[in-house]
């Protein structure tokens, strides 16, 4: 079964979400500012949400998770919870 493991940065605009999207493209690190700035608990881990299979994460998670690049930043990607970054660390087919 496949796994990802993954980071993410939650926030409550779009705006927002692509201006850390940029601050990360131009350098910024990505943990620094998911712990500054996300409002997800795994923030604090810099955004970690460790090892996870398809269907554990809402469904537009799923979709960006296992198809998107290695180490390339998603988003903003929309969910009911927010605008989400995501970077897939690491992932097995």
Do not use: W
Not at 42 to 53: A, P, R, T, V, Y
Not at 68 to 79: D, F, H, L, S
């Amino acid at each position: 079964m496949a796994r990802a493991s993954a980071r993410h940065i939650l926030v409550s605009s779009e705006a927002e979400c692509q201006s850390l999207k940029d601050q990360i493209a131009n350098g910024a690190d990505f943990a620094a500012l998911a712990k500054a700035h996300s409002q997800c608990p795994s923030g604090q881990q810099g955004g970690e949400l460790g090892s996870f299979g398809p269907g554990q994460m809402v469904k537009a998670f799923d979709e960006v998770v296992f198809s998107a690049p290695i180490n390339e930043v998603q988003g903003p990607v929309k969910t009911q919870f927010g605008y989400h970054l995501l970077e897939v660390t690491s992932r097995e087919d």
